[in-house]
């Protein structure tokens, strides 16, 4: 219980310094959670060279950069990042899952064409994305542990 407590405070405190740094035009954190997102989205994709370039596009870190430096990112860039994080996802994750998602999706645009600031809702919207990530994570860690995954490993190396 005190692990969690700890936990959930770490969290808190975490994005509470995104939402700060944001609404303080410091800009670094959100650039790194970027960066992470599509490094751990990469690297669950490791042989798709498609999906790399297709994340290098849609979270092109400096153009990013360069958007926020100049109080050029609005609401329709926001909206299409969300999109494709969230679509990306969908896409990774066991398709039992997809309804939640889906909901997930639809409610998270509502939130975010009706919010006034954008540092209120990325903490909250990148908090989703990293408990969608690690669950996809389990999710694949939990099948390359199974018998059945070392069977189609071994038939194929025949």
């Known amino acids: ?4 407590q700890v936990e959930s405070t770490y969290k808190k405190a975490y994005w509470d310094k995104l939402k ?3 609404n303080n035009k410091n800009n670094d954190l959100l650039l790194l959670i970027l960066e992470e997102i599509r490094a751990r989205i990469a690297l669950l994709t490791p042989n798709r060279i498609d999906i790399h370039q297709t994340l290098a596009e ?6 990013i950069k360069q958007m926020l430096d100049h109080d050029a990112m609005d609401n329709k860039f926001i909206y299409g990042l969300v ?11 066991a ?3 997809n309804v939640k998602t889906e909901e997930w999706k639809e409610e998270t645009l509502k939130l975010l064409e009706d919010t ?5 809702f990325l903490p909250i919207f990148f908090q989703k994305v990293f408990d969608k990530i690690e669950v ?3 999710e694949v860690k939990l099948i390359k542990e199974s018998k059945l995954y070392e ?8």
């Open 116 to 120: 006034n600031e954008i540092s209120n």
């Open 136 to 138: 996809i994570e389990n």
């Open 83 to 93: 999109s494709y994080i969230i679509e990306t996802l969908k896409q990774l994750e």
């Open 1 to 4: 219980n005190i692990k969690e």
């Open 20 to 22: 700060e740094d944001m």
């Open 58 to 63: 849609y979270i092109d870190i400096d153009l």
């Open 151 to 158: 069977k189609i490993k071994e038939s194929k190396k025949v």
């Open 95 to 97: 398709p039992v899952q």
